[in-house]
Structure formats: C-alpha cells, structure tokens
C-alpha cells in the first residue's frame, strides 16, 4: 500500500471569470501566508462539486464537494 502524501478538495476558478483557469487540488490543510486586510484580488478558487450525468451517481453524490487523494 502507498502512503498517502496529500489529500484536500478538488477547486478551480470561477467558471464566468474572464481568466484561464484549472482544476487543481487544495490541500486540506493549506499553510496560510501572513498578509494584510487588504484585497488585491488575486485568484479565488471554488470547491468543484459532483454533477450527476458527467459523474456515476452513485457512487457520488449531485452537489457534494469533490476530494482529492495523492499516493
């Protein structure tokens, strides 16, 4: 068995916004950098939820979050 090096949420860019984006995996625990209260608006990502039809259902489930598990 191979240990599990990362396991978080699957998230990507809004699908509106004008830039490119893609989906990548956010750990569960991301490390947060000391800043400011200031927005600089910088990427936002959103949690990607399962939509039954392009996912099996089951086994996911319509509107639950997607996880993500690196080996």
């Known amino acids: 068995m191979w240990p599990q090096e990362q396991s978080g949420y699957l998230v990507a860019g809004e699908y509106q916004h004008a ?3 893609e989906f990548i995996c956010l750990d569960k625990r991301p490390k947060l950098r000391e800043g400011g209260s ?11 939820e399962a939509v039954c039809g392009s996912l099996p259902c089951p086994p996911y489930v319509e509107g639950r979050e997607l996880t ?3 080996n």
Do not use: E, I, M, P
Request: charge should be neutral; proline fraction near 0%; glycine fraction near 6%.
């Open 19 to 21: 830039s490119a984006s």
């Open 38 to 48: 200031l927005n600089h608006d910088g990427k936002t990502f959103y949690l990607a």
């Open 68 to 70: 993500v598990s690196v």
